[in-house]
């Protein structure tokens, strides 16, 4: 069996025809023009705005007209990352899924249910002649997955509607009704390099951590390889005298660093002092790590001889920043204590010739405390003498309690399903957020099927639970409350 052919099949063959139109985040217009002829080919209202988001319309169905308007909004973009071994070219190749038992995955690459599958949702709703709703709306939008470009380029006079139905949630059941917002701060700062004196150099390097998603992991006590590092460091700077050549750790601002590797410069008579410095940070971390880390490893080998080192003072001020900067989580949501409200990521740390640069992602669901931990970490980083700044900022979603469409949602689940629904607030970006700022008055809602490992090679989605979740969504839009 093939992937287009999964029930429900109007979610299923969009989908497929999503696979074949490559749709990288930065490189959209051929899935662009692609909704746009797959519109026209329908008779289906459909434009592009001027961020590259496309709008679709559809008129409700006979004597649901009084119905609230409904905007689906799912992204087109999906994040390009593949196994080692893969030889895909995310710009001109398809995407190659297959079925595994309950689940679609794809050969070696992303799949691109997130958020493909939310994208298949609404057109699947927008072709089907035989349903009952009232007025649709779709957004697809562009780029949520690096700069959430779509959404924060939104025009006031683009959408009409007025709920909000956001299909970017991975897990079935649950309804998300506010997110965090969260904003880097970034720190930068050039410096003359001194010749290196005499010595041997040692490359250091810890790897084997888990890392993971910066927000909705940042709560499970895993260990940021920049943390770790600097502590070496400060160890080998302070303990034997070594001159640090480089250090680079992290390589995205929101996944949780799992790897760090530094160059150090000793002298040649010290190199059994540092290995033995080493082999015991190794044997720390294990220890406090223990159950959570368990692929953990700090190893030393022979780097080639360097010309240049970062000057001590530098070194010392930048070892002092990454070890004064949080990291982690700050607290959690005072009434409901069992979601973070604040944390931050201690992303990238990269320095050598003559640059140092590093980057932290700070979260919070409340605006003062976004403003609190982003201005403690910038501290660390001013003091040091970086140029730091903010970047990137996007505002909370701040969850309506009082939400009309979440109390018809809550109870459709159950009369549906005879079970209850999860109403959640999460440690993540969600484009709702944006949304309401230019569009105070939807009531938005985030959910969908059930995905697992999004933004890695191994992402599948659970075919039984598109089947649930498309089922409710119709249900849902049967029982839209009038205007
Ligand atoms: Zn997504």
């Given at each position: 069996?093939?992937?287009?052919?999964?029930?429900?099949?109007?979610?299923?063959?969009?989908?497929?025809?999503?696979?074949?139109?490559?749709?990288?985040?930065?490189?959209?217009?051929?899935?662009?023009?692609?909704?746009?002829?797959?519109?026209?080919?329908?008779?289906?209202?459909?434009?592009?705005d001027?961020?590259?988001n496309i709008v679709m319309?559809?008129?409700?169905?006979?004597?649901?007209?009084?119905?609230?308007?409904?905007t689906f909004e799912a992204h087109m973009?999906?994040?390009?990352?593949?196994?080692?071994?893969?030889?895909?070219?995310?710009?001109?190749?398809?995407?190659?899924?297959?079925?595994?038992?309950?689940?679609?995955?794809?050969?070696?690459?992303?799949?691109?249910?997130?958020?493909?599958?939310?994208?298949?949702?609404a057109?699947?709703?927008?072709?089907?002649?035989?349903?009952?709703?009232?007025?649709?709306e779709a957004l697809f939008t562009?780029?949520?997955?690096?700069?959430?470009?779509g959404v924060?380029?939104l025009?006031?006079?683009t959408l009409?509607g007025?709920?909000l139905f956001n299909?970017?949630?991975?897990?079935?059941?649950?309804?998300?009704?506010?997110?965090?917002?969260?904003?880097?701060?970034?720190?930068?700062?050039?410096?003359?390099?001194?010749?290196?004196?005499?010595?041997?150099?040692?490359?250091?390097?810890?790897?084997?951590?888990?890392?993971?998603?910066?927000?909705?992991?940042?709560?499970?006590?895993?260990?940021?390889?920049?943390?770790?590092?600097?502590?070496?460091?400060?160890?080998?700077?302070?303990?034997?005298?070594?001159?640090?050549?480089?250090?680079?750790?992290?390589?995205?601002?929101?996944?949780?660093?799992?790897?760090?590797?530094?160059?150090?410069?000793?002298?040649?008579?010290?190199?059994?002092?540092?290995?033995?410095?080493?082999?015991?940070?190794?044997?720390?971390?294990?220890?406090?790590?223990?159950?959570?880390?368990?692929?953990?490893?700090?190893?030393?080998?022979?780097?080639?001889?360097?010309?240049?080192?970062?000057?001590?003072?530098?070194?010392?001020?930048?070892?002092?920043?990454?070890?004064?900067?949080?990291?982690?989580?700050?607290?959690?949501?005072?009434?409901?204590?069992?979601?973070?409200?604040?944390?931050?990521?201690?992303?990238?740390?990269?320095?050598?010739?003559?640059?140092?640069?590093?980057?932290?992602?700070?979260?919070?669901?409340?605006?003062?405390?976004?403003?609190?931990?982003?201005?403690?970490?910038?501290?660390?980083?001013?003091?040091?003498?970086?140029?730091?700044?903010?970047?990137?900022?996007?505002?909370?979603?701040?969850?309506?309690?009082?939400?009309?469409?979440?109390?018809?949602?809550?109870?459709?689940?159950?009369?549906?399903?005879?079970?209850?629904?999860?109403?959640?607030?999460?440690?993540?970006?969600?484009e709702?957020?944006?949304i309401?700022?230019?569009?105070?008055?939807?009531?938005?809602?985030?959910?969908?099927?059930?995905?697992?490992?999004?933004?890695?090679?191994?992402?599948?989605?659970?075919?039984?639970?598109?089947?649930?979740?498309?089922?409710?969504?119709?249900?849902?839009?049967?029982?839209?409350?009038?205007?």
């Amino acid at each position: 069996m093939e992937v287009k052919d999964l029930e429900p099949k109007g979610i299923w063959q969009n989908f497929h025809l999503l696979t074949q139109v490559p749709r990288p985040s930065g490189h959209l217009e051929k899935i662009q023009q692609f909704l746009l002829d797959w519109a026209k080919d329908r008779s289906i209202e459909a434009f592009q705005d001027n961020a590259g988001n496309i709008v679709m319309r559809k008129a409700a169905t006979p004597g649901m007209e009084d119905r609230k308007m409904v905007t689906f909004e799912a992204h087109m973009d999906m994040v390009p990352q593949k196994a080692a071994d893969s030889s895909h070219n995310f710009l001109t190749d398809p995407i190659a899924t297959y079925i595994d038992g309950d689940w679609v995955k794809a050969k070696g690459t992303t799949l691109g249910s997130d958020d493909g599958i939310g994208v298949a949702t609404a057109m699947a709703i927008l072709e089907d002649g035989s349903l009952r709703h009232g007025p649709l709306e779709a957004l697809f939008t562009v780029d949520e997955e690096t700069c959430m470009y779509g959404v924060n380029h939104l025009q006031p006079d683009t959408l009409q509607g007025d709920i909000l139905f956001n299909f970017d949630h991975e897990s079935e059941g649950e309804f998300v009704i506010g997110c965090a917002g969260g904003m880097d701060v970034a720190g930068e700062l050039d410096y003359q390099e001194e010749d290196a004196p005499e010595g041997i150099c040692i490359k250091l390097t810890l790897q084997g951590l888990k890392g993971g998603h910066s927000g909705l992991e940042i709560n499970l006590g895993r260990a940021n390889a920049n943390k770790l590092m600097v502590r070496v460091l400060a160890d080998a700077v302070t303990e034997l005298g070594a001159d640090l050549v480089s250090w680079e750790g992290g390589n995205m601002r929101n996944a949780i660093p799992n790897r760090a590797e530094a160059v150090l410069l000793i002298e040649e008579d010290q190199k059994a002092d540092l290995l033995a410095l080493t082999a015991r940070w190794e044997k720390t971390f294990q220890d406090e790590y223990e159950g959570i880390e368990e692929g953990l490893s700090l190893t030393a080998e022979d780097a080639p001889k360097a010309d240049k080192i970062v000057p001590e003072e530098i070194c010392d001020n930048l070892i002092d920043a990454v070890l004064a900067c949080h990291n982690g989580v700050l607290r959690q949501i005072p009434a409901i204590p069992q979601i973070v409200e604040t944390s931050c990521n201690l992303g990238i740390v990269k320095i050598g010739q003559g640059k140092a640069a590093t980057d932290v992602l700070v979260r919070s669901s409340r605006e003062s405390m976004l403003e609190f931990l982003g201005q403690s970490v910038n501290a660390a980083f001013a003091m040091a003498g970086m140029k730091t700044q903010y970047q990137g900022r996007y505002p909370a979603w701040q969850p309506n309690n009082q939400s009309a469409i979440v109390a018809v949602m809550r109870q459709e689940y159950k009369n549906l399903f005879g079970e209850d629904c999860r109403v959640e607030v999460v440690h993540a970006g969600v484009e709702c957020g944006i949304i309401q700022t230019v569009y105070p008055h939807m009531d938005a809602v985030s959910f969908g099927p059930t995905l697992r490992s999004p933004h890695t090679p191994f992402e599948r989605c659970n075919i039984l639970s598109v089947a649930k979740f498309y089922r409710f969504v119709l249900k849902l839009l049967e029982n839209i409350p009038t205007k």
